[in-house]
């Protein structure tokens, strides 16, 4: 019959604490029982022993019944008292009382000795004192009292007996417990030592045997493999060390080709990152489109070895790909390749693919003429490269090759990431030229408005005069002839003032002087030219947003002031600068006439310049008020936003 042994090392260890413990608690169990028995033993010949006494004590009370000594009803009651304690006693050892505890030792001889002490009680002691108890007759009391006297001799050693007995049983007892306490003291000497070899041949052993393994693989000997002693946890641990020295060893024996795999992976992609952050660095540069596109098609032909490549950027008006700039190909090559159609092959391809792709000029389809030329220069390769931004495509960027070229995965990602930064920067190109177009033709608007509203109506103005001077003339009315050539004087000199004001608000640059300078310096053209007294605050931050911003808010406010030149009558202007954190408040206010907006209003807005600044303000985002009343002068106010 095979015994069964657990193969995991927690069961084989749970398996030797759970005998260990299942035989310290047989071993204590039992010690209990012994002291328990040794326990009710003692009390038992503790009681054993106060009936000697007790049959003594009755004796006496009896004696002292016959002998008049003492009282005989005192005496009596005592002897009845020591015949219930000695039945209750003698009851006590029979039956026994686990509360205390007390019992007698169930062993044949002692059961038997307790029988014959019940029999003899029963049979002599208990009646024959009872019936000396009940005798009158002192003459039979006597002779009683004699019988009773010997039956008390013979009892008492039987109960003596009874009690050497029970001694005799509890010495047993005493040595068994010894006998106990020493085995368990033995065992518990014996069990450590054996669980400290156990322990030792399963777990110190095994951690022992695999850290000198470690310590070996450690020192780079890949050659230590671990014995399979055991198939518990430390069995499968040797088992996956091997398997990991197996691993290390078949690694490093290809070590070196690896690092050089890798050492040429990562400088690969070192190279791509530079040319990525060079093509990056390089189209944040100011230049033209064509050098931005040149300088693109160099680094990516110096990076991936092409000896020629070409740059063709769609046609805005026409919608065909032109070449633009190129790169060490032919002058037949570039004239045959300078205009292609739309849905030329490789270019169709790119569009509609937005990625880069790779072709062999021999293997062309019959009739495409794209490209054809670069069979008789000897190129074996093509990658054309989409230029796109968003959904929009550009152009193309074709690399040549001579030699027959395969891209991977990572080139082809690299060149994906740089027609698209080439694609951004060219769409920005565009965005810059449209905006500057239009900033160019909104000022030509607002200048248009200007003259319209200023130089236009004086000499509007000077025309009627002069058709009146010369109807004077002609009538000769030499009086009303003088008053209409001052007339005309004075509109001259006004239309001169609007010119040389609208010529200095389109002289204001921003790099000339910062804004308060700027505003300190128009407050002072304007008193040297009306003679008005002007005043300049600021309070809190009043920095302004950028600098198309600030050409807006300085030409609100010289609007501001050629119109209190014009209209108000002023004798005092000052300008509020306001600035808190998110918003900047610009006041200009004039003590002057005034006038009723609501008429402005109605008028569509063209009195006093006033469309020309709202234009502005709506322009950089900005919001402007006019405050005014007939006789209480005009507050115009422009809150922007930081």
Request: aromatic fraction near 6%; hydrophobic fraction near 45%; charge should be negative.
């Given at each position: ?83 219930d ?34 029999d ?22 006597r ?11 013979r ?6 007996e009874?009690?050497l ?7 047993r ?103 990525l ?12 489109l ?14 991936l ?8 950027l ?7 790909p032109?070449l ?5 190909l ?20 790119a ?6 792709v ?39 960027l ?73 109807d ?5 009315q ?53 003679g ?78 006033i ?10 985002g ?21």
């Amino acid at each position: 019959m095979s015994t069964y042994i657990p193969q995991k090392l927690g069961a084989k260890i749970n398996a030797v604490l759970l005998l260990f413990f299942l035989f310290a608690l047989s071993v204590i169990l039992l010690t209990l029982y012994v002291a328990r028995q040794l326990e009710g033993g003692a009390a038992a010949i503790n009681d054993a022993g106060s009936e000697r006494m007790r049959t003594y004590g009755l004796a006496l009370r009896l004696h002292q019944v016959l002998d008049g000594t003492q009282s005989r009803e005192v005496a009596a009651a005592e002897a009845r008292n020591f015949i219930d304690e000695f039945e209750t006693t003698l009851g006590r050892l029979e039956k026994g009382d686990p509360e205390r505890p007390l019992f007698l030792p169930r062993e044949a001889r002692v059961q038997e000795q307790m029988r014959k002490l019940r029999d003899e009680w029963n049979r002599n002691i208990r009646p024959q004192a009872e019936k000396l108890l009940t005798s009158d007759d002192d003459g039979e009391g006597r002779a009683l009292i004699a019988g009773f006297d010997a039956a008390v001799q013979r009892y008492v050693p039987e109960v003596n007996e009874l009690v050497l007995m029970v001694e005799q049983s509890n010495a047993r007892h005493t040595n068994l417990m010894f006998l106990f306490q020493n085995a368990l003291v033995g065992f518990s000497l014996l069990g450590t030592l054996l669980l400290v070899y156990l322990f030792h041949s399963l777990v110190i052993r095994p951690v022992e045997v695999l850290r000198a393994g470690i310590e070996r693989m450690a020192a780079s000997d890949f050659d230590v493999r671990l014995p399979v002693a055991s198939r518990d946890e430390f069995g499968e641990l040797a088992a996956g060390f091997n398997r990991m020295a197996d691993h290390l060893q078949n690694f490093y024996a290809t070590l070196e080709e690896r690092v050089v795999e890798k050492t040429r992976s990562v400088e690969e992609k070192n190279r791509e990152l530079t040319l990525l952050y060079e093509i990056t660095a390089y189209l944040a540069e100011p230049a033209t489109l064509e050098a931005v596109c040149k300088g693109v098609l160099l680094r990516l032909c110096d990076l991936l070895d092409a000896p020629g490549g070409g740059v063709r950027l769609v046609n805005a008006v026409t919608r065909e790909p032109e070449l633009i700039v190129n790169h060490n190909l032919a002058g037949d090559f570039v004239r045959a390749e300078t205009l292609l159609p739309a849905g030329a092959y490789l270019y169709g391809d790119a569009a509609v693919q937005s990625a880069p792709v790779m072709h062999d000029p021999m293997r062309l389809p019959a009739g495409v003429a794209l490209l054809m030329s670069s069979k008789h220069d000897g190129y074996a390769a093509v990658a054309v490269i989409p230029i796109r931004s968003k959904n929009n495509v550009f152009g193309i960027l074709s690399l040549f090759f001579r030699d027959a070229r395969t891209l991977s995965t990572d080139e082809l990602r690299l060149l994906e990431a740089v027609g698209q930064h080439l694609g951004v920067a060219i769409e920005n190109q565009r965005l810059v030229v449209r905006e500057k177009e239009m900033v160019v033709s909104e000022e030509r608007n607002l200048l248009a408005q200007e003259l319209h509203d200023s130089v236009a109506q004086s000499l509007a103005f000077l025309n009627i005069q002069a058709q009146m001077l010369q109807d004077s003339l002609r009538g000769g009315q030499l009086d009303a002839a003088s008053v209409e050539l001052e007339r005309m004087r004075e509109g001259i000199q006004e239309s001169y003032d609007n010119v040389r004001e609208l010529l200095v608000h389109f002289r204001i640059k921003v790099d000339d002087a910062e804004f308060e300078d700027a505003i300190h310096s128009a407050l002072e053209r304007f008193e040297g030219q009306t003679g008005i007294a002007t005043e300049f605050r600021k309070t809190g931050d009043g920095t302004l947003p950028p600098a198309t911003s600030t050409i807006q808010v300085l030409h609100i406010v010289q609007e501001a002031l050629s119109n209190i030149r014009k209209h108000a009558e002023a004798s005092r202007v000052s300008v509020e600068l306001q600035g808190c954190e998110n918003k900047v408040r610009l006041s200009v206010r004039d003590d002057g006439r005034g006038f009723d907006p609501g008429r402005v209003a109605e008028a569509g807005g063209s009195h006093v310049g006033i469309g020309i600044m709202r234009e502005r303000a709506h322009r950089i985002g900005a919001t402007l008020s006019v405050e005014s009343r007939p006789g209480a002068g005009t507050c115009v106010t422009l809150s922007l936003s930081k």
